[in-house]
């Protein structure tokens, strides 16, 4: 168990709705990673926050949307839903600190599957 | 475009044989090499990982090599066994620049038959 929590485990919608994945980090860690596994396009990463503030995009389409509230955890938003975001949705969270290396603690995902 | 490109994509072994999974890289300012494994249902966990300023790194049976002139590393299992099998990740990341970002391979899914 790596201390990160997600909900919910598993999601079913249907195209064109809109959809909330929660994120708990680590206690400590300051930084939340979001990322996207499918099949054909691996670990992709989204979105980075560090203590409330967004620190780095990725590959995260203008749809998806997500922020860390001051208690740390963290959600990201899904809207317009389409078949091609069927996939697993990682939340990772890190502490950042100058001496760390950034070891990521991954959550055990959201499978979203959209209908 | 793959900022850190993994190979093979799949790999199967029977078990105590050493299977070699390999990766390249492009930026040098990456400082930071780790290696994930995930099993089915499960998010990726961190192996072990490896700084540029040493070539080799063991833990248990597994074993990094670093070619920081190359710009390739890879993920050596000793003595693989059934239990090993999973999908392993390379990835590599700067603190400086990119502040904790990770860049991920593509995967290599393991199979170490009994």
């Known amino acids: 168990d790596s201390g990160v929590t997600q909900t919910p485990k598993h999601l079913i919608t249907a195209t064109g709705q809109r959809v909330t994945l929660r994120c708990s980090p680590r206690s400590g860690d300051l930084s939340v990673y979001w990322y996207q596994q499918s099949l054909d396009q691996g670990l992709q990463f989204l979105i980075q926050y560090y203590n409330g503030e967004e620190r780095a995009k990725g590959n995260i389409l203008e749809r998806f949307s997500a922020q860390q509230f001051p208690d740390l955890h963290s959600e990201l938003n899904l809207s317009s839903l389409e078949l091609g975001d069927s996939a697993l949705y990682f939340c990772?969270?890190?502490?950042?600190?100058?001496?760390?290396?950034?070891?990521?603690?991954f959550g055990p995902g959201t499978r979203l599957t959209v209908l | 475009q793959q900022q850190v490109k993994q190979s093979p994509q799949s790999l199967i072994v029977q078990k105590g044989g050493i299977p070699i999974i390999n990766c390249a890289y492009e930026?040098?300012?990456?400082?930071?090499f780790p290696w994930y494994q995930q099993f089915p249902g499960k998010g990726p966990a961190l192996l072990i990982a490896?700084?540029?300023?040493?070539s080799e790194k063991k833990e248990g049976r597994f074993t990094i090599s670093f070619n920081k002139s190359a710009k390739q590393f890879s993920l050596h299992i000793m003595d693989s066994q059934p239990g090993d099998s999973a999908t392993y990740f390379c990835a590599a990341g700067d603190r400086g620049s990119t502040l904790g970002r990770l860049y991920f391979g593509r995967g290599t899914q393991l199979t170490v038959w009994p």
């Open positions: 990772a969270s890190s502490v950042e600190g100058l001496a760390a290396y950034n070891e990521q603690f």
């Open positions: 490896i700084r540029p300023d040493v």
């Open positions: 930026n040098t300012a990456f400082d930071y």
